[in-house]
């Protein structure tokens, strides 16, 4: 089974920070206190992008990152879930996920996860440009075995956030149903996540794409590499090179013929 995003009226659309906001109210006023100032097309255009902005600012939603489909809370957190379905027992698949400096194998936008002390650890992850990589320290939140496991970034955090995943077994003993939902907050609030989706940096797909990774290795065995190469089982996709074709032997009546021809 694919992976699947939750539908997306039960998440709510891209809300704008109440500085945001502000920042667009402020903006928009004086477009339009500026529009009347002029005549023509100039008048017409300043007074339209100020009226704009000024609509954007009182309904509080920013309609380019909904058209986007980027999900944020009233807090101004981006939130994605995904589920997928894998052919292997809960308490194998709930054990990889519980191994935390595992996580990066899992999730490709983490380097490396380390355990501190308590429930505590800490996360580094890749990062757009110009920070290309950030740091943060995360405590668990939840973890019941087998069913569900839950983190949240502690304050201070360069970027905050959390994530939550559970388990359970699939209907008709086809493996476990893992649902994981993961939120953080964008420096910038809604542009801010509008400018890493230009820029490629998809947290919806990214996340798709690492529980498809993670279903493969659980069912199949092996990780697919960059270079489309597989490691784990390397015979099992490599085929032997066929011996080359060797030529049919001449019958005595063909020779015989081939004599006379040459004669």
Known sequence: MNTKAVPEQELP?????PTER?????????????????????????????????????????PLATALKIQQNDSGEVMVREAVTIGRPVDEIYAQ??????????MSHLERVELLQGNRSCWTAKAPAPLNQVT???????DEPGQRIAWQSLPGSQIENSGEVLFREAPGGRGTEVV???????????????????????????L?????????????????TTNGQTSGRADAGERKPEPAAQPKP?????????KKGEQ
């Open 13 to 17: 659309g891209a809300q704008l920070l």
């Open 22 to 62: 502000t920042a667009l109210g402020v903006l928009g006023s004086a477009l339009l206190l500026s529009g009347l100032g002029q005549r023509g097309v100039g008048r017409l255009v300043l007074m339209g992008l100020g009226s704009g902005l000024g609509y954007m600012a009182a309904k509080g939603r920013n």
């Open 97 to 106: 996920w519980r191994d935390l400096p595992n996580l990066p194998r899992i």
């Open 136 to 142: 943060w320290e995360a405590e668990l939140t939840a």
């Open 180 to 206: 994981a939902r993961l939120s953080y907050r964008p420096p910038g609030g809604s542009f801010g996540a509008i400018a890493a989706r230009i820029m490629g940096e998809e947290p919806a797909q990214q």
């Open 208 to 224: 798709r794409d690492d529980l498809m990774r993670f279903k493969r290795e659980q069912e199949l065995g092996y990780n697919p």
């Open 250 to 258: 001449t019958s005595a009546k063909t020779q015989n013929m081939q």
